[in-house]
């Protein structure tokens, strides 16, 4: 609830902000790393048309290898925090919105496929998740089927 009430209030103060994402097919099809890069790309851009022309100064990375290299980081300057979330205000306010935005989209898969629980786990790899992919199978649009453990119960 707290995470849920911080997204309304980031959003409304923000100058400018974006949310990435990559689908499973993408990531299934590009892998974790390429998929990771489009998903920040998509983040930026929508960053940058909420701006409405201002530039972007910087950007603030929550990492340091998982990043090697960025979309724009030829044109703005790219400052890689490891643990970002503790030494930035901006990364932990992206953080927040970054969860609740995917806990809503989780949310809505459970809607759609309710015998999953994906708003319980909300995807992660819990037993209950464990549980739903052995009993109901793999969903081929919903899940990472290049990551081992679906992968094999794929076999």
């Known amino acids: 609830r707290q995470r849920a009430d ?5 959003q409304s ?21 390429a998929a ?3 998903a920040f790309a998509r983040a930026y851009d929508d960053c940058v048309t ?17 990043w090697k290299t960025c979309p724009h980081e030829d044109t ?32 809505e898969l459970g809607t759609e496929h309710p015998d999953y629980g ?4 909300k995807g992660y790899g819990t037993r209950a998740h464990s549980d739903a992919l052995k009993a109901h199978g793999v969903l081929t649009n919903v899940h ?4 081992r ?3 094999a119960l794929l076999d």
């Open 144 to 147: 990472r089927t290049a990551y």
């Open 36 to 38: 990771l890069s489009l």
């Open 118 to 121: 994906f708003e319980r786990h």
């Open 76 to 107: 703005v300057k790219v400052e890689r925090l490891p643990n970002g979330d503790d030494q930035s205000l901006s990364i932990a306010a992206a953080s927040v919105l970054a969860k609740v935005w995917r806990d809503g989209q989780m949310v």
């Open 13 to 33: 103060v923000a100058l400018g902000y974006g949310i990435g994402h990559a689908a499973p097919g993408e990531i299934n099809a590009r892998g974790l790393a």
């Open 149 to 151: 453990p679906v992968a």
């Open 50 to 66: 909420m701006l409405d022309g201002k530039t972007v100064d910087v950007l603030m990375i929550d990492g340091k290898s998982v």
């Open 6 to 10: 911080a997204f309304d209030v980031i």
